[in-house]
């Protein structure tokens, strides 16, 4: 599928440093060359191979702004979180849409293509996650964040779709667990006790998760696996750096 239209969040933390930004000896993670490229351009790059026909970048920050500028891509200022910038430039720019980070270095096309390829064509809403193994066959040694359900364990992908204007009902929950990060108890009587506790107990799927998630958000919502493992793999901490830095032997 192309024609689509493509987010790019490299917003940044307020009031907080950014520690891999420094490691890599720039003002923003977004700004970290890798072969010779920032990360802000391998992602546009990828997401043009994909068949984007509009990208734009979510960002307050005056030198990624200059950056999104060389690349010719749009340029939106972020919001409060994440979650209302998807919103409001989501708004802007339309559905369907490919929501994914700056941060994600070794993103291909061809991961891209293959899981808006793969979307139900019932699916209001989408997102990509990886198996385990699937993972770590493709990063020996990586330190992933690992979804622990009764079916595996699932890294995120930082790949979001929107088929529809339905689909910003997702954002519309986001905004609301975000909203409550600081009180968990709350958060947790948003998505449900029952949820949860089918989670603790490792009774909870993929299948599960996407079905119960669809419903508190009024929308139908579909989780994609994909083959690439690699396609888990963004830059959120100076080890993660190194990694693709490995990877791509730009070491």
């Known amino acids: 599928m192309s024609g689509f239209a493509a987010l790019i969040l490299a917003g940044s933390r307020a009031g907080a440093a950014d520690a891999v930004a420094a490691y890599g000896g720039v003002s923003h993670k977004a700004l970290i060359r890798l072969e010779g490229r920032t990360l802000l351009s391998r992602v546009a790059v990828a997401l043009r191979d ?8 979510v960002t307050s920050h005056p030198d990624v702004r200059v950056e999104a500028a060389v690349l010719g891509v749009e340029v939106r200022d972020e919001e409060a979180g994440p979650s209302l910038s ?98 968990p108890w709350r958060q947790a009587r948003i998505l449900g006790i029952g949820m949860l506790a089918r989670y603790a107990l490792g009774r909870l799927t993929l299948k599960d998760a996407a079905a119960r998630l669809g419903s508190l958000a009024g929308v139908r919502a579909a989780i994609v696996e994909t083959p ?24």
């Open 228 to 251: 690439y493992g690699l396609a888990s793999v963004d830059v959120d901490k100076a080890a993660d750096l190194d990694l693709v830095r490995r990877i791509v032997g730009d070491i």
């Open 50 to 57: 994909a068949g984007a026909a509009r990208i734009c970048v």
């Open 86 to 183: 998807v919103k409001v430039a989501g708004e802007h720019l339309g559905t369907p849409l490919l929501v994914t980070t700056a941060d994600h270095a070794l993103l291909e096309g061809a991961w891209v293509r293959r899981f808006v390829d793969d979307v139900p064509t019932e699916a209001d809403v989408a997102a990509l996650v990886a198996a385990r193994a699937t993972v770590e066959a493709a990063a020996p040694g990586t330190e992933r964040t690992w979804i622990r359900l009764a079916d595996g364990h699932w890294s995120g992908c930082n790949l979001f779709y929107l088929a529809n204007a339905r689909a910003m009902g997702v954002v519309d929950l986001w905004r609301r667990v975000e909203a409550e990060r600081k009180r």
